[in-house]
């Protein structure tokens, strides 16, 4: 690719991948409201609120290709996330289409089913269960998506991530991590495929442990790499395990199923 765009770069996850980045496209362009430092030699700082329909349409100006990372990723006011996860989305969108589709990678989220128990094992048919209002606003993202390929043909994957992180901090994520290094491989993927069309794809590492069905997305060639089995005799020692009532032992969504809406007026 020429410019790849890159939103919501200055998070957790945005800065964990961003030195990974620069390998596909001879520039990056990296986007938040948050400050980014100092760009390194193939990377153009954008600041945006994904809020701002005009902002966004000129951020996506001249890109071949989005990862698109940005909005809330915690439970939080239905005001932030509806600005973010929501209209940001739709002004994405919007811009894509303006400017020539260029390919989506869509950071969903595994809180779009996080009231499936622990012991279910399912696939991408499965319905939505949402653990919260984030969790509503990534099933809204889908869906937009979904409607724009539908419709115009903007081709988008829609990854449902689990915990992206360097290692596993507690044994929920012994189902749900996935590694920098398998979450890089599966951006090649989703860039390089000849036809992508709009798949929903579960973003874990090859964990002996996992909940969710990946076969249907086989066709992009990627093939996670890591396991976080590895992990599970350190979190044994330190961690140990939740009670058996904690929503870290029932649900896949973890602590977010206890969450509360949270008050506009705090």
């Not at 760009?39 to 966004?56: I, K, P, R, W």
């Not at 319905?127 to 969790?135: E, S, V």
């Not at 920098?180 to 390089?192: L, N």
Request: proline share 4%; hydrophobic share 40%; charged share 25%.
């Amino acid at each position: 690719m020429k410019r790849l765009l890159v939103t919501g770069a200055a998070g957790g996850l945005g800065r964990a991948m961003r030195a990974r980045m620069g390998r596909f496209a001879e520039t990056v362009r990296l986007s938040d409201i948050a400050d980014l430092d100092e760009a390194a030699a193939n990377e153009e700082l954008v600041t945006c609120d994904l809020g701002d329909a005009a902002a966004v349409m000129k951020l996506v100006e001249g890109c071949d290709g989005i990862v698109h990372l940005g909005g809330i990723s915690v439970e939080d006011k239905f005001s932030k996330i509806l600005n973010a996860n929501l209209l940001g989305l739709y002004n994405l969108y919007e811009a894509a289409r303006a400017h020539g589709m260029p390919r989506i990678l869509f950071a969903s989220s595994n809180h779009t089913v996080g009231f499936y128990r622990q012991d279910e094992h399912i696939d991408v048919t499965a319905p939505m269960r949402p653990d919260g209002l984030y969790g509503v606003s990534k099933c809204f993202g889908e869906a937009l998506a979904r409607m724009y390929f539908e419709k115009f043909g903007q081709e988008t994957a829609l990854v449902r991530i689990g915990s992206c992180m360097e290692r596993p901090s507690n044994h929920r994520m012994l189902s749900t991590w996935m590694s920098y290094g398998d979450f890089e491989a599966m951006i090649d993927c989703i860039f390089r495929a000849p036809m992508l069309g709009c798949p929903l794809i579960w973003g874990i590492s090859d964990n002996d442990s996992r909940w969710w069905d990946n076969s249907h997305a086989a066709y992009l060639g990627w093939k996670p790499r890591d396991n976080a089995e590895k992990f599970r005799a350190e979190l044994e020692a330190t961690v140990g395990r939740p009670p058996a009532s904690s929503p870290l032992s029932l649900y896949q969504g973890g602590m977010f199923t206890k969450d509360p809406i949270f008050s506009e007026k705090a």
